[in-house]
Nanobody
Framework: VQLQASGGGLVEAGGSLRLSCAAS????????MGWFRQAPGKEREFVGA????????NYADSVKGRFAISRDDAKNTVYLQMNSLKPEDTAVYYC??????????????????WGKGTLVTVSS
């Protein structure tokens, strides 16, 4: 699976951005899709995931209620809608795919495929 994330940029605190991740190469609908982020000097962390089977989602506590993940299997694309952005959301955001992985598994290790990241900068 090849993944390409896009949509990052500079936004003021309180603003919104929508990231997209386009996939190609395998049966997209068989893959749980995850979003992760990595801030400077910090480890990569789980943001959220959407299940391959029934579109159930799971989110990190830090983004719950502000971020929403959706997928369009017809377009082989997963989205991350980010609202009420905070400066601490500043990071490089990565999409990743894993074959039929549980959305409850939040460790970035073991995700099969990764896209190049897209930078999100939230100014205060």
């Amino acid at each position: 699976v090849q993944l390409q994330a896009s949509g990052g940029g500079l936004v003021e605190a309180g603003g919104s951005l929508r990231l997209s991740c386009a996939a190609s190469g395998r049966t997209f609908s068989d893959y749980t899709m995850g979003w992760f982020r990595q801030a400077p000097g910090k480890e990569r962390e789980f943001v959220g995931a959407i299940a391959w089977s029934d579109d159930r989602t799971n989110y990190a506590d830090s983004v719950k209620g502000r971020f929403a993940i959706s997928r369009d299997d017809a377009k082989n694309t997963v989205y991350l809608q980010m609202n009420s952005l905070k400066p601490e959301d500043t990071a490089v955001y990565y999409c990743a795919a894993d074959w039929r992985r549980s959305i409850l598994y939040t460790d970035p290790r073991g995700m099969d495929y990764w896209g190049k990241g897209t930078l999100v900068t939230v100014s205060s």
